[in-house]
């Protein structure tokens, strides 16, 4: 029995784990594969369907204006979120007086920006009447409608995402510390400017950690829900009705549990195809150092 128990110590130590993950991620991710495939309802009968939530889906006017206005927010967040993290992370990787201070003060919104507070703030901010329109007032600029108007709205949520920009430039600014000083220096010794060090040296060498950030802030905006739940409640006019809010009122208000199964998985295959796509082109943009 001890020679097993020494054998297997790992296996115990993440036993806890594993656990946890079957209970509350495993088992619910093929539950709901199931549950897809049959017209599930709380207290009701359930009756197998076959493929009848996912063709209903594809003919339903709210679920394609739904995962057009996902494209459209994944498209706003992740590149400002990426350029926002990366120009950041290079301007505090010079030596500058009280850096640390402002490494944390940058960090700190991707630590608060998904609360449910901070959604609360962004919708007090960004009303007609909020902080972001007195200031226009004050240099004589008209208010805009931000969160009325279906053109202006997405962006605006968006904003509180690229404004959570503090991992990814964490993970970038520790690529930077990585970037061998002699590349700088010869550089420098040719001529080289600031601008074509970047060019030339900082961002190829940046590109695996580019990559990476690019699909974790994928797969994070594709399940953005907290925005615009919190902020606009998926309006005006659907304007900002992402998937996951679709699938949670469909879920949970309306009671379709085999229908939100759908939708989820239909999600789950979007985000899959993106990142296959990331991966297969990867060898076109990445440059990694050992190849």
């Known amino acids: 029995m001890r020679k097993f128990l020494s054998k297997n110590a790992g296996l115990f130590y993440i036993a806890p784990w594993i656990l946890g993950f079957l209970v509350f991620r495993g088992i619910p991710f ?38 057009f206005v996902t494209f459209k927010y994944v498209a706003c967040t992740v590149p400002l979120k990426l350029t926002f993290a990366l120009f950041i992370a ?21 630590i608060l920006g998904g609360s449910v507070a901070i959604a609360l703030l962004w919708r007090f901010i960004f009303r007609e009447d909020g902080l972001v329109n ?29 404004w959570q920009f503090g991992s990814a430039m964490v ?7 990585n970037i ?13 400017s600031k601008v074509k060090q970047f060019f030339s040296i900082t961002l190829p060498l940046l ?17 953005e829900f907290n925005s615009a739940y919190l902020i606009t409640q ?30 989820a998985w239909i999600m789950f ?5 993106f990142t296959i796509i990331a991966f297969k082109t990867q060898k076109k943009w990445v440059y990694y150092a050992d190849e």
């Open 30 to 67: 093929l539950a709901s594969l199931v549950l897809s495939f049959t017209n599930f309802r709380p207290l009701k009968k359930v009756k197998f369907i076959g493929f009848d939530n996912y063709i209903q889906c594809f003919g339903d006017a709210d679920f394609l204006n739904s995962m």
């Open 90 to 110: 290079y301007i505090l990787n010079f030596k500058l007086k009280m850096v640390n201070v402002f490494r944390t003060a940058y960090y700190i919104p991707s």
């Open 134 to 162: 007195l200031c226009l007032a004050f240099f004589g600029l008209p208010g805009i409608n931000w969160l009325g108007d279906p053109g202006v709205a997405v962006v605006t949520i968006s904003l509180l995402r690229v």
């Open 171 to 177: 993970i970038f600014l520790a690529a930077l510390k």
């Open 180 to 192: 061998p000083e002699d590349l700088y220096e010869a550089a420098r010794i040719d001529g080289a």
């Open 207 to 223: 590109t695996p950690v580019i990559f990476f950030n690019f699909v974790m802030q994928l797969v994070q905006a594709f399940q």
């Open 234 to 263: 998926g309006g005006p006019q659907k304007a900002t009705y992402l998937m996951p809010l679709l699938i949670y009122n469909t879920g949970i208000f309306f009671h379709r549990m085999g229908l939100a199964s759908a939708m």
């Open 269 to 273: 295959v979007i985000i899959m195809v």
